[in-house]
């Protein structure tokens, strides 16, 4: 088989640190390559020394047989290689067909020549599916539309050649499912694509051969057809990996969280959280189930004194918090995962080990009489660093630049070592790969073995099934019902989500529901 | 690796080629830029009269870069520094005039007093900003024109319609005999030290107190400083206080060592906009307000010589100095030709 | 490992070609600092003077400017090279704290008089005065008391009467105005001599009076002449240094577009400020003559006279303040009314207000 792009034994390292350690990758015409691994693997550098935004110390490119020198991203694209990236590069008040022709733009007698470039576009995007229109203003279009005018940016510059950086981060299921099409009639039409993803799914259902690397090594390749999720994951992270999290019985006691008809208001004086009744106890998981917006993220911000309560009433370990400042919250024993962690979790310009510190800097022993002592927070730091197993150069590292599994580790590390009564959890694994996501599974347990409550907060059905002990369902601002996994189903929790009542015509779940209603 | 070498090179590349367009643009205008350079090294380092004015010329920029730096640290854009620090003159020079004491009490008071002024006028935008969400950067830069005018207005007043006030009492006085036989009369005055002082407060706020991480968490993210329980608005209105207060201490050096007096002003005195200068020079650590203050101070006092020696005339001497110091901050444009020059030779090998 | 040694021999490189530069700087320097301010001058002429000029810089087309020519012209009757060590010189201020500096650099290069340009510069002369005692220094426009400074006043009263007088017969709409640079003691003598002039030659025309708090803003008294004119002032007097530029700017615009008004200058004889195409809206000029201050103790100091300790005023009686040539623009009528305010007020039958009431 012919080769279109072979990476031999490529090192790359940035100072002391091996980014890339004798990674093999050969890419065979027209099939879709996987590159798998863990975040902070080393994937994207990978990509990047094919890319030509980094030099290799060690290794060499041949493209179609003939060894290349990229010393910089122009000539890729000359070689015929092209990048989707991650993160859209699109001038968001430019439309389609100018952002395609940004850079390159066609002029006649020094106009540019839109016209003619939109009808390229056009049967760009006829001659691959991708129905895009040449006109439409990028922040008119949706998120996946917008990836598509990515993927013709490179086509128009003439890739043979695609590179997806973690395509699917930030599509919606049906984008997906579209977007898997259009890369399967890409390869119809010829092109071959290299796919950088930790989504295990994904490379099942579209990938013809898996690269693996792990911790910068490169570990193998594998046909796709003979291989399955579980000996992936394994290759991955190294070890064998549980997609069902283990856990036993929850052995629920004294109620730490009392939420009472509580109402919440966003900025326009809508209410977000309608008249909400819950409570978590220690020793139980409970998940909180809904679509985006249907009030999650009000309902943490009031718990956790980041948002004004219009009435109602919050008891933690029955002490009255309702309008608390988040400090007082949070000495009342609350941890809190939060959900956006670039905004809300993380201080991104500190140091880790400042951020680690971010609760407990003001208490001693780190400060005292107001002198703080960064040896203190440095100790803490490698502490948790360690018990955490976050991959990062040192305390010093700044947050930033750790991978976002890394950092997510760093948040949970920090407010479970607090050793939280109620640990609130808002998507705590978002975008994290499968061997981060089972660690901080595995943690919310353990915190719940310890007899902690804990409150999760996903959107995610596999997540709320797998980890809750009680599923409340949000909807609309309100709990509209509470159910056990080992009661329900994903069907039903996807139709209790969308508003419809189960309960009339599912006995079964409405007892059980009831039942942990009066708890 | 080579990071050490680069970080001594690019300050002094840049100095060098500020120094090289600053020569050209002697040159263009007709002038002899050996004798222009001359006039200003003699103009900084000539003797001991010049040494000691230029330290004393260096002295309020050290706290003015202070005042624009620690705000920084906090996020806030202090433009208004020139206003404290015309407050804090004022206020210096009143207590210095308005009463008679000890000196062991009358110093420091007149210090504080400007402390207090510049503080306090910190304080609005500070307020504004946290209360209202108005931008600290309309607010300062109005509250300098208040400053300005009403410092003017008050100096009359104080002077029985003057414009000038009368000396300030030798017990508030920061002039320094031994400094003044050292330095042939220089007014250089025991405030660089009290400058140097600050500069080493500012360190300790930043690097060693609970207060100092808060504000640089409040600095660089509002939203996890929230989070994580600080009083966000509480750390801001306290960095704008300590920020004025620094700028006030900076009017304290004019209306007790280099002046003793203060007299109404037709405009700005410059010094506190230079302070943003100096502070971004300074990358806003406390170490690197020297480095800004020395530089601005130097070249600023030096740059009065060379009319005087080498009659080069005053404007073609101002460009020369906003070209060494505009080069002098676009180091990282010498920081990066450097490395390209690095890789060019690294990939001919 | 190629990238720290090219860096290293660059850095070792401009490190060698800093410190030779550095080398022969320093020896450049000592040569010249001997020469520029040491004992080696004294063979070149028995009189030199040298002034400072205040924050409005030697161009202000006031009074620093006026005393520079007054400078010159001094040179010029002596045969004294400009702007030489041993003839005369000047040197501009950018702050307040550039006083003592440029006060004392020209001290320490020698000149038998050093005039400070301005009551800006009273505590700079104060403090160098009492270091410097063997200096000569005059001070413009302020009275500082040491033995070894000439203090210059004068009454700018009186000429900013005759400008009223001069106002107030001229204006068509029956309203004038006034703008002032900042309110201090000097600029408010001009508003209480005009404000009299006008209430002695007619007491129906109004005065419109504003103070820029600038003598270095153009643009604002700009804006300020434009408010003036607008409220049906025809004729301004301005006493605002460089703001009262603006004032010409505006009243020019003014012309060019057909208006009738009129700017009375200040300081030195504001003609060719006022000159716009074959027009010029210059009326007068309120001279204050501090070339003429200037250059009589420059005089007095070539003939040994240099008058330490001493406050010299000069009024209209002496010629040290005066109205310009109007070149036609005052009516030969109004021209023997000013006249005659001004015999009356030399005699003494008018007193000039210095202060408003």
């Given at each position: 088989?012919?080769?279109?792009?072979?990476?031999?034994?490529?090192?790359?390292?940035?100072?002391?640190?091996?980014?890339?350690?004798?990674?093999?990758?050969?890419?065979?015409?027209?099939?879709?390559?996987?590159?798998?691994?863990?975040?902070?693997?080393?994937?994207?550098?990978?990509?990047?020394?094919?890319?030509?935004?980094?030099?290799?110390?060690?290794?060499?490119?041949?493209?179609?047989?003939?060894?290349?020198?990229?010393?910089?991203?122009?000539?890729?694209?000359?070689?015929?290689?092209g990048?989707?990236?991650?993160?859209?590069?699109?001038?968001?008040n430019?439309s389609?067909?100018?952002?395609?022709?940004?850079?390159?733009?066609?002029?006649?007698?020094?106009?540019?020549?839109?016209?003619?470039?939109?009808?390229?576009?056009?049967?760009?995007?006829?001659?691959?599916?991708?129905?895009?229109?040449?006109?439409?203003?990028?922040?008119?279009?949706?998120?996946?539309?917008?990836?598509?005018?990515?993927?013709?940016?490179?086509?128009?510059?003439?890739?043979?050649?695609?590179?997806?950086?973690?395509?699917?981060?930030?599509?919606?299921?049906?984008?997906?499912?579209?977007?898997?099409?259009?890369?399967?009639?890409?390869?119809?039409?010829?092109?071959?694509i290299?796919?950088?993803?930790?989504?295990?799914?994904?490379?099942m259902?579209?990938?013809?051969?898996?690269?693996?690397?792990?911790?910068?090594?490169?570990?193998?390749?594998?046909?796709?057809?003979?291989?399955?999720?579980?000996?992936?994951?394994?290759?991955?992270?190294?070890?064998?990996?549980?997609?069902?999290?283990?856990?036993?019985?929850?052995?629920?006691?004294?109620?730490?969280?009392?939420?009472?008809?509580l109402?919440?208001?966003?900025?326009?004086g809508?209410?977000?959280?309608k008249?909400?009744?819950?409570?978590?106890?220690?020793?139980?998981?409970?998940?909180?189930?809904?679509?985006?917006g249907?009030?999650?993220?009000?309902?943490?911000?009031?718990?956790?004194?980041?948002?004004k309560?219009?009435?109602?009433?919050?008891?933690?370990?029955?002490?009255?918090?309702?309008?608390?400042?988040?400090?007082?919250?949070?000495?009342?024993?609350?941890?809190?995962?939060?959900?956006?962690?670039?905004k809300?979790?993380?201080?991104?310009?500190?140091?880790?080990?400042?951020?680690?510190?971010?609760?407990?800097?003001?208490?001693?022993?780190?400060?005292?009489?107001?002198?703080?002592?960064?040896?203190?927070?440095?100790?803490?730091?490698?502490?948790?660093?360690?018990?955490?197993?976050?991959?990062?150069?040192?305390?010093?590292?700044?947050?930033?630049?750790?991978?976002?599994?890394n950092?997510?580790?760093?948040?949970?590390?920090?407010?479970?070592?607090?050793d939280?009564?109620?640990?609130?959890?808002?998507?705590?694994?978002?975008?994290?790969?499968?061997?981060?996501?089972?660690?901080?599974?595995?943690?919310?347990?353990?915190q719940?073995?310890?007899?902690?409550?804990?409150?999760?907060?996903?959107?995610?059905?596999?997540?709320?099934?797998?980890?809750?002990?009680?599923?409340?369902?949000?909807?609309?601002?309100?709990?509209?019902?509470?159910?056990?996994?080992?009661?329900?189903?994903?069907?039903?929790?996807?139709?209790?989500?969308?508003?419809?009542?189960?309960?009339?015509?599912?006995?079964?779940?409405?007892?059980?529901?009831?039942?942990?209603?009066v708890? | 690796?080579?990071?050490?070498?680069?970080?001594?090179?690019?300050?002094?590349?840049?100095?060098?080629?500020?120094?090289?367009?600053?020569?050209?643009?002697?040159l263009?205008?007709?002038?002899?830029?050996?004798?222009?350079?001359?006039?200003?090294?003699?103009?900084?380092?000539?003797?001991?009269?010049?040494?000691?004015?230029?330290?004393r010329?260096?002295?309020?920029?050290?706290?003015a870069?202070?005042?624009?730096?620690?705000?920084?640290?906090?996020?806030?854009?202090?433009?208004?520094?020139?206003?404290?620090?015309?407050?804090?003159?004022?206020?210096?020079?009143y207590?210095?005039?308005?009463?008679?004491?000890?000196?062991?009490?009358?110093?420091?008071?007149?210090?504080?007093?400007?402390?207090?002024?510049?503080?306090?006028?910190?304080?609005?935008?500070?307020?504004?900003?946290?209360?209202?969400?108005?931008?600290?950067?309309?607010?300062?830069?109005?509250?300098?024109?208040?400053?300005?005018?009403?410092?003017?207005?008050?100096?009359?007043?104080?002077?029985?319609?003057?414009?000038?006030?009368?000396?300030i009492?030798?017990?508030?006085?920061?002039?320094?005999?031994?400094?003044?036989?050292?330095?042939?009369?220089?007014?250089?005055?025991?405030?660089?030290?009290?400058?140097?002082?600050?500069?080493?407060?500012?360190?300790?706020?930043?690097?060693?107190?609970?207060?100092?991480?808060?504000?640089k968490?409040?600095?660089?993210?509002?939203?996890?400083?929230?989070?994580?329980?600080?009083?966000?608005?509480?750390?801001?209105?306290?960095?704008?206080?300590?920020?004025?207060?620094?700028?006030?201490?900076?009017?304290?050096?004019?209306?007790?060592g280099?002046?003793?007096y203060?007299?109404?002003?037709?405009?700005?005195?410059?010094?506190?906009?230079?302070?943003?200068?100096?502070?971004?020079?300074?990358?806003?650590?406390?170490?690197?307000?020297?480095?800004?203050?020395?530089?601005?101070?130097?070249?600023?006092?030096?740059?009065?010589?060379?009319?005087?020696?080498?009659?080069?005339?005053?404007?073609?001497?101002?460009?020369?100095?906003?070209?060494?110091?505009?080069?002098?901050?676009?180091?990282?444009?010498?920081?990066?030709?450097?490395?390209?020059?690095?890789?060019?030779?690294?990939?001919?090998? | 490992?190629?990238?720290?040694?090219?860096?290293?021999?660059?850095?070792?490189?401009?490190?060698?070609?800093?410190?030779?530069?550095?080398?022969?700087?320093?020896?450049?320097?000592?040569?010249?600092?001997?020469?520029?301010?040491?004992?080696?001058?004294?063979?070149?002429?028995?009189?030199s003077?040298?002034?400072v000029?205040?924050?409005?810089?030697?161009?202000?087309?006031?009074?620093?400017?006026?005393?520079?020519?007054?400078?010159?012209?001094?040179?010029?009757?002596?045969?004294?090279?400009?702007?030489?060590d041993?003839?005369?010189?000047?040197?501009?201020?950018?702050?307040?704290?550039?006083?003592?500096?440029?006060?004392?650099?020209?001290?320490?290069?020698?000149?038998?008089?050093?005039?400070?340009?301005?009551?800006?510069?009273?505590?700079?002369?104060?403090?160098?005065?009492?270091?410097?005692?063997?200096?000569?220094?005059?001070?413009?426009?302020?009275?500082?008391?040491?033995?070894?400074?000439?203090?210059?006043?004068?009454?700018?009263?009186?000429?900013?009467?005759?400008?009223?007088?001069?106002?107030?017969?001229?204006?068509?709409?029956?309203?004038?105005?006034?703008?002032?640079?900042?309110?201090?003691p000097?600029?408010?003598?001009?508003?209480?001599?005009f404000?009299?002039?006008?209430?002695?030659?007619?007491?129906?025309?109004?005065?419109?009076?504003?103070?820029?708090?600038?003598?270095?803003?153009?643009?604002?008294?700009?804006t300020?002449?434009?408010?003036?004119?607008?409220?049906?002032?025809?004729?301004?007097?301005?006493?605002?240094?460089?703001?009262?530029?603006?004032?010409?700017?505006e009243?020019?615009?003014?012309?060019?577009?057909?208006?009738?008004?009129?700017?009375?200058?200040?300081?030195?004889?504001?003609?060719?400020?006022?000159?716009?195409?074959?027009?010029?809206?210059?009326?007068?000029s309120?001279?204050?003559?501090?070339?003429?201050?200037?250059?009589?103790?420059?005089?007095?100091?070539?003939?040994?006279?240099?008058?330490?300790?001493?406050?010299?005023?000069?009024?209209?009686?002496?010629?040290?303040?005066?109205?310009?040539?109007?070149?036609?623009?005052?009516?030969?009528?109004?021209?023997?009314?000013?006249?005659?305010?001004?015999?009356?007020?030399?005699?003494?039958?008018i007193?000039?207000?210095?202060?408003?009431?």
């Open positions: 088989m012919e080769y279109v792009v072979e990476m031999l034994n490529i090192r790359k390292e940035f100072g002391n640190f091996v980014a890339n350690d004798n990674i093999t990758l050969q890419l065979e015409k027209g099939e879709i390559h996987a590159l798998l691994g863990e975040n902070g693997a080393g994937k994207s550098t990978l990509m990047n020394v094919l890319f030509g935004l980094y030099q290799p110390e060690g290794g060499e490119i041949r493209v179609r047989g003939k060894k290349v020198d990229i010393t910089n991203p122009n000539i890729a694209n000359d070689l015929g290689i990048m989707v990236h991650q993160h859209f590069m699109l001038v968001e430019f389609v067909t100018e952002n395609i022709i940004l850079g390159t733009e066609p002029t006649k007698m020094g106009v540019t020549n839109k016209k003619d470039a939109a009808k390229k576009v056009q049967a760009l995007s006829e001659q691959y599916g991708l129905n895009v229109d040449p006109y439409a203003i990028i922040e008119d279009i949706s998120v996946g539309m917008q990836q598509r005018v990515e993927i013709l940016k490179t086509l128009y510059r003439g890739a043979e050649i695609l590179i997806f950086d973690e395509p699917t981060a930030s599509l919606t299921p049906q984008e997906i499912i579209e977007l898997i099409q259009i890369m399967k009639r890409l390869i119809a039409e010829g092109k071959s290299i796919l950088i993803t930790h989504k295990l799914k994904e490379i259902d579209v990938s013809d051969r898996v690269t693996v690397i792990r911790k910068g090594q490169g570990i193998g390749t594998v046909v796709t057809a003979e291989t399955n999720p579980n000996e992936l994951a394994s290759l991955m992270v190294g070890r064998q990996v549980e997609f069902t999290t283990v856990k036993g019985p929850a052995f629920p006691k004294d109620e730490v969280l009392d939420i009472k008809n109402v919440v208001e966003d900025y326009r809508l209410a977000k959280v008249n909400l009744n819950l409570n978590v106890r220690k020793g139980e998981i409970v998940g909180i189930a809904g679509i985006d249907n009030g999650q993220t009000e309902l943490l911000e009031a718990i956790t004194g980041l948002r309560v219009k009435s109602g009433t919050i008891f933690i370990n029955e002490k009255d918090v309702t309008g608390s400042k988040p400090r007082k919250v949070t000495e009342a024993g609350v941890g809190h995962i939060p959900q956006d962690r670039h809300h979790g993380l201080v991104l310009d500190f140091p880790i080990g400042h951020n680690i510190a971010l609760q407990t800097y003001y208490k001693k022993p780190i400060s005292k009489n107001g002198i703080i002592d960064y040896e203190k927070i440095n100790e803490k730091a490698k502490q948790i660093i360690a018990d955490f197993d976050v991959r990062t150069q040192g305390p010093q590292e700044l947050a930033r630049s750790l991978s976002g599994g950092q997510q580790k760093a948040i949970i590390g920090r407010e479970v070592d607090r939280p009564d109620l640990l609130i959890a808002a998507l705590p694994t978002r975008g994290l790969d499968v061997g981060a996501i089972e660690f901080i599974h595995s943690r919310l347990i353990e719940r073995d310890n007899g902690k409550a804990v409150l999760l907060i996903s959107f995610e059905l596999d997540e709320v099934m797998n980890v809750s002990d009680r599923i409340a369902v949000i909807h609309d601002g309100e709990i509209v019902d509470i159910v056990t996994p080992e009661s329900t189903t994903e069907q039903e929790l996807g139709l209790l989500m969308a508003g419809h009542h189960v309960r009339d015509n599912k006995e079964g779940v409405k007892k059980e529901g009831e039942d942990q209603h708890e | 690796m080579s990071n050490r070498v680069t970080n001594i090179l690019v300050p002094l590349i840049s100095v060098i080629l500020g120094l090289i367009v600053g020569a050209i643009i002697m263009v205008s007709g002038y002899n830029p050996i004798s222009g350079y001359t006039a200003l090294w003699n103009g900084i380092f000539g003797d001991l009269y010049t040494i000691g004015e230029t330290l010329q260096i002295t309020p920029y050290l706290l870069g202070l005042a624009v730096a620690f705000a920084f640290r906090a996020g806030l854009f202090n433009i208004g520094v020139e206003g404290q620090l015309i407050v804090g003159w004022f206020a210096a020079a207590v210095g005039l308005a009463v008679e004491l000890p000196k062991i009490i009358h110093l420091p008071l007149a210090i504080l007093a400007a402390a207090a002024a510049g503080a306090l006028w910190g304080f609005v935008p500070g307020l504004l900003k946290a209360k209202f969400q108005v931008h600290e950067v309309i607010v300062t830069i109005m509250m300098n024109y208040i400053a300005l005018h009403v410092t003017n207005a008050l100096i009359k007043t104080v002077s029985d319609g003057g414009d000038r006030t009368d000396k009492f030798s017990s508030a006085s920061l002039r320094s005999e031994f400094f003044q036989n050292l330095t042939e009369f220089s007014r250089l005055h025991y405030g660089i030290l009290l400058a140097l002082i600050m500069v080493a407060v500012m360190w300790i706020i930043l690097e060693k107190t609970t207060l100092g991480y808060e504000l968490a409040v600095g660089f993210n509002h939203n996890a400083s929230k989070y994580a329980g600080m009083n966000v608005n509480k750390n801001i209105i306290l960095a704008m206080v300590i920020s004025g207060a620094f700028a006030g201490l900076a009017g304290a050096m004019e209306a007790l280099t002046f003793e203060v007299s109404s002003k037709g405009g700005f005195t410059g010094i506190g906009f230079d302070g943003i200068a100096v502070a971004l020079l300074g990358m806003n650590t406390p170490l690197g307000v020297i480095f800004g203050a020395t530089l601005f101070g130097s070249l600023k006092y030096g740059a009065l010589n060379m009319p005087n020696a080498a009659g080069i005339p005053l404007e073609i001497v101002e460009i020369v100095i906003a070209v060494i110091i505009f080069f002098v901050a676009s180091g990282y444009i010498i920081r990066l030709l450097l490395l390209r020059a690095a890789n060019k030779k690294k990939e001919a090998k | 490992m190629t990238k720290r040694k090219f860096g290293l021999g660059l850095s070792l490189m401009l490190a060698a070609g800093m410190l030779a530069a550095c080398g022969s700087d320093d020896d450049s320097s000592t040569d010249t600092s001997n020469g520029d301010g040491g004992e080696g001058t004294e063979e070149t002429s028995e009189i003077a040298a002034m000029t205040d924050v409005g810089g030697v161009d202000d087309k006031s009074f620093n400017q006026s005393a520079w020519e007054g400078l010159e012209k001094f040179a010029e009757d002596n045969g004294l090279e400009v702007q030489k041993g003839g005369v010189d000047y040197l501009q201020s950018q702050s307040d704290a550039d006083y003592n500096t440029n006060l004392n650099n020209l001290i320490r290069r020698d000149f038998d008089v050093v005039f400070g340009i301005g009551f800006l510069m009273e505590g700079a002369v104060a403090e160098i005065a009492a270091q410097q005692a063997d200096a000569n220094i005059a001070i413009i426009d302020a009275v500082v008391e040491a033995d070894n400074v000439a203090s210059v006043l004068f009454k700018e009263q009186e000429g900013a009467f005759l400008a009223g007088v001069a106002a107030a017969l001229m204006t068509e709409t029956g309203k004038v105005g006034f703008v002032g640079g900042m309110e201090i000097v600029i408010e003598r001009f508003e209480a001599g404000l009299a002039g006008v209430e002695a030659a007619d007491s129906s025309v109004e005065v419109d009076v504003s103070y820029a708090g600038a003598f270095d803003d153009a643009a604002l008294g700009k300020t002449a434009n408010l003036m004119y607008q409220n049906g002032a025809d004729i301004i007097f301005h006493a605002a240094g460089g703001t009262g530029n603006g004032v010409f700017t009243a020019k615009e003014r012309k060019e577009a057909g208006e009738n008004v009129w700017v009375i200058g200040v300081d030195s004889d504001q003609y060719d400020e006022g000159q716009v195409g074959d027009d010029n809206v210059t009326l007068t309120v001279l204050k003559r501090v070339d003429n201050a200037v250059y009589n103790i420059s005089e007095q100091t070539k003939n040994g006279e240099f008058p330490g300790g001493e406050t010299v005023v000069y009024g209209l009686s002496d010629d040290g303040i005066g109205l310009a040539d109007s070149r036609g623009a005052i009516s030969e009528d109004v021209m023997s009314q000013i006249e005659e305010f001004k015999q009356q007020i030399i005699d003494e039958e007193t000039v207000p210095e202060t408003l009431e």
